[in-house]
């Protein structure tokens, strides 16, 4: 597996010196929107009061984020610019809205938002999140893969990253129902597991994988048992994978981080098992900021060391061959062989 130019300078700009991802999401729209208006008493969350959460979570957490996850609609028109520029800048492409049918569910893009744009604007990294279950019917699960796979295509045509994530959910005759972007209560390891299978194939362009946890957050116990299932996940996804918090808590996150870590994780990409706890205490902005600077920060802090004493290397992951990944063709040729986009 080669990357090309584009996507491994995106790559390098998400990680710190060490290859490794600690990467904070700022991109959550339902799970920020939907308590501030039943707060407010109103249906829409006001615009100001979304960003101005975004934005302050841009400023407590950037300095410990190897690169921030934000939105086209709140975190960059209103803070981008507090982002420091040495900080990678991945933005989200798929819409928070997504069609429930008795088959399953259908992603699609944010209106007038595409890769072209977020290449354009200086994004290190497209981010996009597919609902997917092997067991849905036989034409949502086609038109999910075709949905990644064009946003593959799109995402190697301006060589920019693709970051992907994927998320099980409940279909019409399951027990536990949510519509929400937490984690599926008694999902099946086995619906995880194929999932990274399938989108692992190399049609679908995927350079990172953003993946939950294969078994529920509590019963990441550290028993055997359970690492041999986070091992299996490493191995189909075949090239370098974050973890994903999916609403957990802190505990129960870090007990995740330390299965997928051992598994040959390169790192999280995670946001409310951060700043989830903060943001209780809207809309007292004094001591959201001082839980973001205090427990958040700390927590942060927590997870980051353990990235450090026992993640992997993004570089060295075997899909690049012995020598890692590297810059090509790294001689006079160069500028001959890198084509402008549209050009293959």
Known sequence: MTLTPGKLWGLRRMADENGLFKMTAVDQRPPIKGPIAKHLGVEQA??????????????????????????????????????????????????????????????????????????????????????????????????????????????ARYDVPFLFELLVYPLAADAHQTKEYVEMKGKKADDVLASVEEFAKPEYGVDVFKLESPVNAADADGSAEVQQVFDEMGRLAGRPWVMLSAGAGKPEFRKVLEHAFAAGASGFLAGRAIWLDAFGAYPDWDAIRRELEGPSAEYMADISAL??????????????????????????SFRHEYGDFGDH
């Not at 928070?96 to 992603?107: A, K, N």
């Not at 990235?307 to 006079?332: I, K, M, Q, V």
């Open 307 to 332: 990235a450090d004493a026992s993640a992997a290397n993004w570089a060295e992951h075997a899909c690049y061959g012995a020598g890692g990944a590297r810059f090509a063709p790294g001689d006079a």
């Open 46 to 155: 006001p615009w100001e009061e979304v960003a101005r959460f975004k934005g302050l979570l841009i400023e407590t957490l950037q300095a410990q984020s190897t690169a921030m996850l934000l939105d086209p609609h709140y975190a960059i028109p209103h803070s981008v610019d507090v982002l420091s520029p040495t900080k990678g800048l991945i933005v989200t492409l798929e819409d928070s809205l997504f069609s429930e049918t008795p088959e399953g569910r259908l992603s699609s893009d944010i209106d007038e938002w595409s890769v072209a744009k977020i290449k354009r604007m200086g994004g290190d990294a497209v981010k996009v999140l597919a609902w997917y279950r092997p067991d849905a019917g036989d034409a949502v699960n086609q038109a999910q893969k075709d949905y990644v796979k064009r946003i593959g295509e799109e995402c």
